[in-house]
T-cell receptor
Framework: QKEVEQNSGPLSVPEGAIASLNCTYS??????FFWYRQYSGKSPELIMF????GDKEDGRFTAQLNKASQYVSLLIRDSQPSDSATYLC?????????FGRGTSLIVHP | NAGVTQTPKFQVLKTGQSMTLQCAQD?????MYWYRQDPGMGLRLIYY???????DKGEVPNGYNVSRLNKREFSLRLESAAPSQTSVYFC??????????FGSGTRLTVV
């Protein structure tokens, strides 16, 4: 059974800092990964996806995939209080993606 | 607006009552899903439909049934609600490569 592991946090960073969120996965054959942001009381929202080894940048967000070490990370540069949310990592290579339980991020002014 | 529409947003049921959660998507996605989310448990898959005409059990299907009415609509039915089914329910749809789009959720309380 595939597993996706995330530290539940909370991860607390000051405004303007880089927040680093990490995720490890069990299936060495997994190909695609997704990061979702979920504000309290809201539904998850897709913010990044990555298929290839290396980095993928989109604005203040960078997703990193290291298939050899089986980890995925999300970096948020210049963190803002509005980034405070739970971030879900998902492995999405089949009809049934596997979600991690999420990491809570708190960005304090 | 394109997306996934879920109804109702809130519901309170008495133990033993039945209800159907409705979900519709207008993105022409083949796959649709029902999840429940409980504190500390993350998202747990109840049922999914890989394509119109097919449905399959997920991780926690007991106490639920589903119907894929057509390509757009995927409903979740609780035949006899139990307090253990108190949760937030999310419907989602997925295209081939670009992850899920979630509905806004249904907060269900069973008393």
């Amino acid at each position: 059974q595939k597993e996706v592991e995330q530290n539940s946090g909370p991860l607390s960073v000051p405004e303007g800092a880089i927040a680093s969120l990490n995720c490890t996965y069990s299936d060495r054959g997994s190909q695609s990964f997704f990061w979702y942001r979920q504000y309290s009381g809201k539904s998850p929202e897709l913010i990044m996806f990555i298929y290839s080894n290396g980095d993928k940048e989109d604005g203040r967000f960078t997703a990193q995939l290291n298939k050899a070490s089986q980890y995925v990370s999300l970096l948020i540069r210049d963190s803002q209080p509005s980034d405070s949310a739970t971030y879900l990592c998902a492995e999405g290579g089949s009809y049934i993606p596997t979600f991690g339980r999420g990491t809570s991020l708190i960005v304090h002014p | 607006n394109a997306g996934v529409t879920q109804t109702p947003k809130f519901q309170v049921l008495k133990t033993g009552q039945s209800m159907t959660l409705q979900c519709a998507q207008d993105m022409n996605h083949n796959s649709m899903y029902w999840y429940r989310q409980d504190p500390g448990m993350g998202l747990r898959l109840i049922y999914y439909s890989a394509s119109e005409g097919t449905t399959d059990k997920g991780e926690v299907p007991n106490g639920y049934n589903v119907s894929r009415l057509n390509k757009r609509e995927f409903s979740l039915r609780l035949e006899s609600a139990a307090p253990s089914q108190t949760s937030v329910y999310f419907c989602a749809s997925a295209g081939q490569h670009y992850g899920y789009t979630f509905g806004s959720g249904t907060r269900l309380t069973v008393v």
